[in-house]
């Protein structure tokens, strides 16, 4: 997973933009977003398909970016996280 950073005003954010949100530029890097802080982790049990039947969708915080991933166990707030692409989208679990 990679966090989108302004390359002149230094923002960063999630979802890849045409242009900077505070600065209007248009010129971006790519930094690889490893671990996070976890803030908040809550049990889905009523998921679609291909989706497992149940899991955590678990919201971190990854150099000031809010990021969700899915983990197969609760994670505690304020406790590290490290996070992982597959098929299905970001997956975390304990650091």
């Known amino acids: 997973m ?3 950073r302004c390359r002149n005003c230094g923002t960063k954010f ?3 933009r045409s242009v900077c949100p505070k600065c209007g530029k248009e010129d971006f ?8 802080i976890v803030l908040e982790s809550v049990e889905l049990i009523a998921t679609p398909d291909p989706y497992p039947d ?7 915080d ?5 990021v969700f991933c899915r983990s197969q166990e609760k994670l505690r707030e304020g406790s590290q996280a490290d996070i992982q692409d597959d098929e ?8």
């Open 29 to 36: 890097e790519h930094v690889p977003a490893r671990s996070g």
């Open 54 to 60: 149940r899991y955590y969708l678990v919201l971190l």
């Open 14 to 16: 999630l979802v890849a």
């Open 62 to 66: 990854v150099d000031d970016v809010k």
């Open 2 to 4: 990679n966090i989108n």
């Open 88 to 95: 299905l989208g970001p997956t975390c679990r304990k650091a």
